[in-house]
């Protein structure tokens, strides 16, 4: 088994639950995406004896386990954190999605013109802290994401976000439930 | 309406009115170019009535637009049309046909020569044609994803375009077809060496089409996926959505289960590892010993000086002492004064007080009532002495 040098850089990161993204604006994580996906058996095996489950994912690779440790409850508070923000998110723009850029100010004039995002935004104030402004709520909602390791800031000076590779985990996980025929026929269009 | 009379009449019109025609042609997508707009860029308004009288441009409503005609013209020269006309590819082929059956028939070396030379043009134009809407197609292809933002038109535009493709490809089988097996006996008879080259050239040109037609219906069917994915996900997350602010989520899915199953390190809190420094290594290290003095001078840094504390109280000094004086009750001495009947002198020497008063305090204590209640007492001019004192008689009013 031949494990690469970079090897502790990967584990720091992922282990924080953090994704690491070939799309990402960072020299560093592309070049760690590269490596592990050049080594990926072997550092599969690696983290194995370790407890973790090294993921390829569309794009991205994360850490799992084979057993969970944690319980029910918080998983479905933080998925449920989550999919107001990707209502949110794809109500502010359809193709909003990895790869996409974007600036605060663009979802703040966008709700000028949408009423529908606006009341979204206010459902999502109970993740923003206690904040009343709406462009105090949107950054700490981005800021939730970016710490999340779902979106980047790719330019500090125009504000500019990037939304990354593991977004794709987010859609995946959503994706994923599944809604009974006869109930998707009670839901309203 | 004017038609044109010749072809330099047409020409010379267009380039008088060049700065004007380039103009619309450019804003042609917008569709708003106005007339005002119009009258401002030539000199007279006559010049554009006898534009649209020739029919060059068209008047529609407050708007003016170039004439599809002449439109479709410019379009079609400079390489710029959006809409992929197969139709032009259709009607040579059947020109290409005829001309070869005339060909056939006709007895004269001279028409025979006319007719091939058609053939020869057609066939030249089918090929540049095909390849130009191959190119029109790519790029319209690329265009519609990109840039239409609603998904629904978005589909169904890609959909047609996909149409326009398969249209292309059977055109091309069919030229295939024209060539390879049904007029055999034209492409032997007409031996002639350009006629080959052309045809050649041809097959190359439709070759060449239709690898590319493959790669666009790949793109094609891949961008179709990808927003049948993305209006898939658009759906499915409304309908989450709304589950969740019902509150029926947990009961009417498989959220529990499929986050149950989900154990990404991404759910579970950040990690710390609380780990004891080596030994060793805080006691060889120089960048340990370097930070083992920060830390230390911090901590002296932080050293309180205690402050010397004063010694207890005695409690002698938390005792209570209980001192008795008796006061002089003036108001009581002179309510019995009042009553009495006696001169105030007599009375305040004669008056049992609770102690014993000596002479002088009891002369203190006849001013004191003198003065304080004058106004209840009847001061008299009378003066009485006693031992040293000359006093003046006071009686109750």
């Avoid at chain 1, 949408?114 to 402004?133: Q, R, S, V």
């Avoid at chain 2, 292309?168 to 034209?186: A, C, G, H, V």
């Amino acid at each position: 088994m031949q494990i690469p040098r970079q090897t502790v850089e990967i584990f720091e990161t992922l282990s924080k639950g953090q994704f690491i993204c070939s799309n990402s604006s960072f020299d560093l994580t592309r070049r760690l995406y590269e490596v592990i996906d050049e080594y990926f058996d072997d550092l599969h095996e690696y983290f194995q004896g370790i407890n973790f489950i090294l993921e390829r994912g569309d794009e991205y690779f994360c850490f799992s386990r084979a057993e969970s440790k944690v319980d029910l409850e918080r998983k479905i508070e933080t998925a449920f954190k989550w999919i107001d923000i990707l209502d949110f998110l794809k109500t502010f723009d359809n193709s909003f999605g990895s790869g996409f850029r974007f600036t605060p100010s663009d979802i703040l004039v966008k709700l000028n013109i949408d009423a529908e995002l606006k009341t979204k935004l206010d459902g999502l104030k109970k993740h923003g802290g206690g904040k009343e402004k709406y462009d105090e709520i949107i950054e700490k909602v981005l800021d939730l994401l970016a710490k999340d390791n779902f979106i980047e800031i790719e330019n500090e000076i125009s504000n500019t976000y990037k939304v990354i590779a593991s977004f794709n985990y987010l859609e995946k996980l959503v994706m994923a439930i599944n809604i009974p025929e006869e109930v998707k026929n009670e839901i309203p269009e | 309406m004017n038609t044109f009379s010749s072809i330099k009449e047409l020409l010379s019109t267009l380039y008088r009115e060049q700065k004007l025609l380039s103009e619309m042609f450019e804003k042609r997508k917008t569709l708003s170019y106005k007339y005002d707009f119009a009258l401002e860029m030539v000199d007279h308004e006559d010049r554009i009535q006898s534009l649209i009288n020739h029919s060059v441009i068209r008047p529609n409503g407050p708007y003016l637009e170039i004439d599809d005609q002449f439109l479709q013209f410019f379009e079609m020269v400079l390489e710029v049309n959006e809409e992929i006309n197969i139709s032009y590819i259709n009607e040579n082929i059947q020109n290409v046909k005829d001309n070869i059956l005339y060909y056939l028939q006709e007895n004269n070396e001279n028409r025979k020569y006319s007719y091939l030379r058609t053939v020869k043009a057609a066939f030249r134009k089918i090929g540049l044609i095909t390849i130009r809407n191959v190119v029109d197609l790519k790029r319209n292809v690329e265009n519609t994803f990109k840039n239409e933002p609603n998904y629904k038109i978005k589909k169904a535009k890609l959909e047609n375009l996909d149409r326009k493709r398969i249209d292309i490809n059977s055109l091309i089988d069919q030229t295939e077809r024209l060539i390879s097996e049904e007029e055999q006996t034209f492409f032997k008879s007409a031996l002639d060496e350009e006629l080959k080259q052309i045809i050649i050239h041809t097959r190359l040109q439709l070759n060449e089409c239709r690898h590319n037609l493959i790669e666009i219906q790949k793109q094609i069917i891949e961008y179709l996926n990808q927003i049948k994915y993305q209006s898939g996900i658009i759906e499915k997350i409304r309908q989450i959505k709304y589950l969740k602010d019902q509150f029926e989520i947990r009961s009417k899915t498989n959220l529990i289960e499929v986050l149950a199953k989900n154990n990404a390190a991404i759910l579970e809190p950040n990690p710390s590892y609380p780990l004891k420094l080596s030994l060793d290594y805080l006691q060889t290290d120089d960048v340990a010993y370097e930070s083992i003095k920060k830390v230390s001078k911090r901590v002296k840094m932080g050293v309180r000086l205690d402050l010397p504390i004063a010694e207890n109280i005695s409690n002698e000094y938390l005792e209570t002492q209980i001192e008795e004086e008796i006061q002089v009750n003036l108001e009581e001495v002179k309510n019995g004064f009042v009553a009495s009947g006696k001169h105030l002198f007599e009375f305040v020497m004669g008056y049992d007080f609770a102690k014993e008063i000596p002479f002088d305090e009891r002369v203190t204590i006849y001013c004191q009532l003198a003065s304080q209640y004058e106004a209840v007492f009847n001061v008299t001019e009378k003066f009485n002495a006693q031992r040293e004192f000359e006093f003046a008689l006071v009686y109750p009013r």
